[in-house]
DNA sequence: CCGTATCCTCCACGATACTG
DNA sequence: CAGTATCGTGGAGGATACGG
């Protein structure tokens, strides 16, 4: 949007729509409540050039969203994680997806936003730092209910 | 963005943000859901250009969210109406509205997504057709609830 | 009153290249 | 690996003007 902010108005949507307002954004937090946490591995689900990345890391940490946290000094690396607002937007992400697979989602696999029993978040996901080796990633689990089929195989179509 | 299509993802959230991914129809949506369906309600409530909005409206049809529908043989006169499907994205309104509200607005006011008792949206603004007059409007009505104060002075800040 | 067509601007975003 | 800096561009979006 030719962004002319809509603070001034006092209604609540508009006021969450500073914050997370687009597609990236919107984006970025599923991966963050799936337990994505480092950088290279949001740049690598979302397919988002590394300059955008770092803005909307950026934004999202000035809103109070994210927070950016070194989880390793000697060489210095950095985690971006959720603060209690960053989950408190869990809920909506949870109608969101529920209205996507609702309606244009037929087949029944896809990223698990919650524990169908605990109704909790997904744990993050734990990778081996060494060799990058994902162990277990949530955002390609299935739904423990009944029969789901074998895993998905997830390629992203490249535009171009 | 430069808006490559997420198809052929299987995530129900790029699914749904393909629809809805952007401030525009997302506000556009939240007043359908509050009853407005004439082209110069959303003007008028959105501070958008015409031309936008002809364009965000018609993609909201083109997604089979909104209707259009002739209300008035002569003049010709349509309304842009929600379909199941547009009305069926109104939980994710609720739960945006929500977490705005509980983090970014203390004061008790704005505007009325569902009533509090029955849990459902709420009744379509009346207007004088003739004089242009709004009976009802319930973007500016207030829980009714505990004392809620006076009506709002909503003047949007114009940018520029 | 309810839109649509045309034009133009500017900035969101990706490409590329570079650093610790 | 985890980013930042710079640059170029396409398209989102406003202004304006017109029509039924």
Chains 1, 2 share one sequence.
């Not at 950088?39 to 950026?58: A, G, V, W």
């Not at 210095?76 to 244009?104: I, Q």
Request: glycine fraction near 6%.
């Amino acid at each position: 949007v030719r962004r002319k902010s809509l603070k001034g108005t006092d209604c609540a949507v508009a006021l969450a729509l500073e914050h997370v307002g687009d597609w990236w954004n919107i984006l970025i937090l599923r991966d963050a409540l799936q337990g994505y946490s480092r950088f290279d591995d949001f740049h690598q689900s979302l397919e988002i050039s590394p300059t955008m990345l770092t803005r909307k890391l950026n934004a999202l940490v000035d809103s109070g969203l994210l927070e950016k946290r070194q989880y390793l000094a000697r060489p210095p690396r950095f985690e971006y994680v959720l603060t209690p607002l960053g989950k408190d937007f869990g809920p909506v992400l949870v109608a969101l997806f529920a209205w996507g697979k609702r309606n244009f989602q037929s087949i029944d696999r896809g990223i698990v936003l919650v524990d169908s029993e605990t109704n909790e978040f997904a744990e993050p996901i734990v990778s081996d730092r060494k060799s990058g080796e994902i162990i277990r990633s949530p955002r390609f689990s299935f739904k423990a209910a009944k029969g789901s089929s074998a895993a998905t195989k997830r390629r992203l179509s490249r535009s171009r």
